[in-house]
């Protein structure tokens, strides 16, 4: 179908499903699709496909990058080995929580996965404390996170091969598509989340 002025194609395709809208973080996002019911059901059943528009993301580059980052969170990124995630907060020097956050460490960089609305808050505040290290910092508006709950839902995304186990991320390819593939829990349940 055509889409109508303004809209992106994700946005298109949720409203061709039927989503039902929610202001999150500053964006729209959808938050069911017909009875929350159904919705659930997919979870549980291991068949669900969630487009989490509601975080945000931001990629740190450089060969400082890992020691710059470890000084202001409150996980051991120093430690991270490439392919591993951290959960933990990102704090001000007076130990005050600024976001929460998830840090993926791929080979060439560390991406951030925060609470939509927070990225350009904490691009700022990591920014302020860039003086002699070689890191770089950049917003990634551009990524999304599609996530994917139970072997059903990998299956029909043709993912079930890819190489990540839990706790770790991988470059990958799906669908001739390069993507960041994160498998770890996701609201408590298992996942696999692509970056595209």
């Known amino acids: 179908r055509a889409m109508p002025p303004g809209e992106d194609l994700a946005t298109a395709l949720h409203s061709q499903l039927g989503a039902e809208w929610r202001d999150e973080g500053g964006r ?63 704090t001000s020097h007076q130990g005050r929580v600024l976001a929460d956050l998830t840090v993926l460490a791929a080979p060439d960089r560390l991406l951030l996965e925060l609470p939509a609305g927070s990225a350009e808050r904490v691009a700022a505040h990591l920014g302020k404390y860039v003086i002699a290290d070689r890191v770089e910092i950049r917003l990634r508006p551009e990524l999304h996170a599609i996530t994917l709950f139970g072997a059903a839902a990998e299956r029909a995304a043709g993912a079930e091969g890819l190489s990540p186990g839990d706790g770790s991320c991988a470059e990958e390819t799906l669908l001739d598509v390069p993507v960041l593939a994160d498998r770890r829990a996701v609201h408590g349940m298992p996942a696999l989340t692509f970056w595209v």
Do not use: C, N
């Not at 059943?45 to 931001?58: K, Q, T």
């Not at 990629?59 to 120093?78: C, K, P």
């Open 28 to 90: 729209r996002v959808p938050i069911r699709y017909g009875g929350t019911g159904d919705d659930h059901r997919a979870l549980l059943e291991g068949r669900a496909l969630v487009w989490r528009a509601w975080v945000d993301a931001v990629e740190l580059t450089g060969t400082d990058r890992r020691r710059f980052l470890h000084g202001y969170v409150t996980s051991d990124v120093q430690g991270l080995d490439d392919g591993t995630s951290a959960y933990g907060f990102l």
